[in-house]
């Protein structure tokens, strides 16, 4: 079975500074997706970012980007020029390459973002 | 265009009761899934439906069942409800079936059991 692991509960930054969330996953699958999602205090759950496991380049949208290293199982948010409304739960989560199959998604614990005015 | 909605958002049941929670997708949206939130559980995935078809299941016992209607919107139900049931329940919408596609997901559904 595939798990997704968060080892940071909390982080706190600095309004307008650069934050680095991790996440580790473990999967015998080759191919993939890996998603970034935000919770804010509403509850809505939003996607942030995604990225396709057979694609080399990293996935950037806007001030987030992220820092997949395939061989070491790795999937790290980068968040620059932190601003207040980024403060939320943030989830880290896996999908196997379904092509048309359906298996859900697989979430990490989540981090807690706190953004220091 | 509107988003992916639930009903009810707050609902408090005792335990041994059954509830059904609402779920109305996206438009255009054929694939409905439904994950359970706990603080001790975290996420976790509990089925999807694609075409009124149920194409996956998590591992949730069977007090845990759905439905997909013709026009996508779809229906979970909890029979002989524990205290453990006790969750935010989101569903989550799109166009089609699998992780090519982008899932958007509703505000939930509290669920309290007393």
């Known amino acids: 079975a595939q798990t997704v692991t968060q080892s940071q509960p909390e982080m706190s930054v600095q309004e307008a500074e650069t934050v680095t969330l991790s996440c580790t996953y473990d999967t015998s699958e080759s191919d993939y997706y890996l998603f970034w999602y935000k919770q804010p205090p509403s509850r809505q759950m939003i996607l942030v970012i995604r990225q396709e496991a057979y694609k080399q380049q990293n996935a950037t949208e806007n001030r987030f980007s992220v820092n997949f290293q395939k061989a070491a199982k790795s999937f790290s948010l980068k968040i620059s020029d932190s601003q207040l409304g980024d403060a939320a739960m943030y989830f880290c989560?896996?999908?196997?390459?379904?092509?048309?199959?359906?298996?859900?998604?697989?979430f990490g614990k989540g981090t807690h973002l706190i953004i220091q005015p | 265009k509107a988003g992916v909605t639930q009903t009810p958002r707050y609902l408090i049941k005792t335990r041994g009761q059954q509830v059904t929670l609402s779920c109305s997708p996206i438009s255009g949206h054929r694939s409905v899934s439904w994950y359970q939130q706990t603080p001790g559980q975290g996420l976790q995935f509990l089925f999807e439906?694609?075409?009124?078809?149920?194409?996956n299941k998590g591992n949730f016992p069977g007090r845990f069942s759905g439905r997909q209607f013709s026009n996508s919107r779809s229906e979970m139900n909890v029979s002989t409800l524990e205290l453990g049931d006790s969750a935010l329940y989101l569903c989550?919408?799109?166009?089609?079936?699998?992780?090519?596609?982008?899932?958007?997901f509703g505000p939930g559904t509290r669920l309290t059991v007393t």
């Open positions: 989550a919408s799109s166009l089609g079936q699998g992780a090519d596609y982008e899932q958007y």
């Open positions: 439906y694609f075409s009124e078809t149920q194409r």
């Open positions: 989560a896996y999908s196997r390459f379904s092509g048309g199959g359906a298996d859900g998604l697989t």
